[in-house]
């Protein structure tokens, strides 16, 4: 999607035959196509990634590029432990906005505050070791107790469904002669139940209609 966008921008700004624009994964699929709600995202916007196929990044597309930016840190190390003279030129898209001297020293902020947090952590370990070692010691022992409890519940279980397989059986058969009549909200699914929600209501609206529609040519 990140390419789709850049070439867009790129087409907007009239710039196609001064900038290239290539996309490339640490881990793909060669020539695995785009997932279908990145597609359909992307059509929103009026760009089309119907055509895009998955790319493995190598060396040599490291070393050709003039800029590589990475979604995310542990991208940006992948690709440095391929070219470790690249340096200087990969940012992850985040890091590259943003102002370098300022990102700097928010590091140094943190790496400041997490030895301050560690100190503190071997400091309250100190003082309360003996409380601690004594929970430490409680838990190991209510595990071990839990453990127990849990394998006695599960051969209940093996029990209880071996005394009552026949009843099961019957209530599985009967259940299947039942008849489905719930249509399920497909809320919060991919874009493919979606489409087999649709297609349950158009099958079951036709039947209804084509019935209405008849009793009334009667």
């Not at 003279?85 to 400041?112: C, G, H, M, P």
């Not at 039942?178 to 039947?207: S, W």
Request: with cysteine; aromatic share 4%.
């Amino acid at each position: 999607m990140a390419r789709a966008i850049a070439k867009g921008i790129i087409k907007e700004k009239d710039a196609e035959k001064r900038v290239k624009v290539v996309s490339a994964g640490t881990s793909v699929i060669p020539d695995s196509k785009a997932p279908e709600c990145a597609v359909n995202v992307m059509e929103e916007r009026g760009l089309d990634l119907k055509k895009h196929t998955a790319k493995q990044l190598t060396p040599e597309l490291i070393e050709e590029a003039d800029l590589v930016l990475t979604m995310t840190r542990n991208h940006k190390q992948h690709v440095l432990t391929m070219v470790p003279k690249a340096q200087e030129k990969v940012f992850t898209l985040k890091e590259y906005v943003r102002n370098l001297d300022s990102q700097e020293e928010v590091e140094e902020q943190l790496i400041d505050l997490a030895g301050r947090l560690e100190d503190k952590e071997v400091e309250f370990y100190k003082e309360n070791k003996n409380e601690i070692d004594s929970l430490k010691k409680q838990q190991k022992q209510l595990k071990e107790q839990l453990l127990n409890v849990e394998k006695k519940i599960q051969d209940w279980h093996i029990r209880f469904h071996a005394s009552t397989k026949r009843e099961r059986e019957d209530l599985k058969r009967l259940e299947e002669q039942m008849l489905d009549i719930d249509v399920y909200d497909p809320i919060g699914q991919p874009i493919q139940v979606y489409e087999e929600c649709a297609d349950e209501l158009e099958e079951n609206l036709r039947i209804i209609f084509g019935q209405v529609i008849n009793s009334l040519n009667k």
